[in-house]
């Protein structure tokens, strides 16, 4: 069963430019959910999409933004890039069958320069 | 306002000994909690989680137990082995565990020295 799949693995972007990240959750995953991982503020919680829909949004400008289809896979995007928005974007899915938490892609981390 | 805190950013712990990561949280509404392993360059793995209504869950060299008075909970890893060397996460969600959205803790750098 093949787990989440996130793109590109590494991105350098230039401060002012915007970003798209992709994120392909497993097979039959309906949730898929978008973290930020800093150093200092540890992972904190971008927004979570189910069948299509924004179901949670978190505490992050609107310059973060995101999308799912209807295969379930799911992007978010990023505009105006500051250096601040260098971080390890984490994408997780999840069936919630019960007990079994999300399942984490292996992330894609941004640096803007 | 940091609703889910783990106090101890590093811990070393000798190999075949007791690991013990804390975590405390302060919304009473959490009712789901989740333990994650992350090694650098790859994205947290679920370890264990415990329901509110439980105090304690055991899955293998792990145990989670929680403490609802205190708003605490923590992760025994017995006997610790140096493969156990990661950053581990704690979690929390409400909604029964329907709720998406996971609060995390900053973090704590196990290291497990042979």
């Known amino acids: 069963k093949a787990g989440v799949t996130q793109t590109p693995r590494y991105l350098i972007k230039t401060r002012g430019q915007q970003v798209t990240l992709s994120c392909s959750p497993i097979?039959?995953?309906?949730?898929v959910s978008w973290y930020q991982q800093t150093p200092g503020q540890g992972l904190q919680f971008l927004f979570e999409y189910f069948s299509e829909t924004q179901r949670n949004k978190g505490n992050f400008p609107g310059r973060f933004s995101g999308r799912q289809f209807s295969n379930s896979r799911s992007e978010m995007n990023v505009s105006t890039l500051e250096l601040g928005d260098s971080a390890l974007y984490l994408c997780?899915?999840?069936?919630?069958?019960?007990?079994?938490?999300?399942?984490f892609g292996s992330g894609t981390r941004l640096t803007v320069v | 306002d940091q609703q889910v805190k783990q106090n101890s950013p590093s811990l070393s712990v000798q190999e075949g000994r007791i690991s013990i990561l804390n975590c405390d949280y302060t919304?009473?509404?959490?009712?789901?909690f989740l333990w994650y392993k992350k090694y650098p360059a790859e994205g947290p793995t679920f370890l264990i989680s415990i329901s509110s209504i439980k105090d304690k869950n055991e899955d293998g060299r792990f145990t989670v137990f929680l403490n609802k008075s205190a708003k605490h909970l923590s992760l025994h890893i017995v006997p610790s082995q140096p493969g156990d060397s990661a950053v581990y996460f704690c979690?929390?969600?409400w909604g029964g565990g329907g709720s998406e959205k996971l609060v995390f803790g900053k973090g704590t750098k196990l290291t497990v020295n042979p």
């Open positions: 979690a929390a969600s």
């Open positions: 997780a899915s999840s069936s919630w069958t019960g007990g079994g938490g999300y399942t």
């Open positions: 097979s039959g995953h309906r949730s």
């Open positions: 919304n009473s509404m959490f009712d789901y």
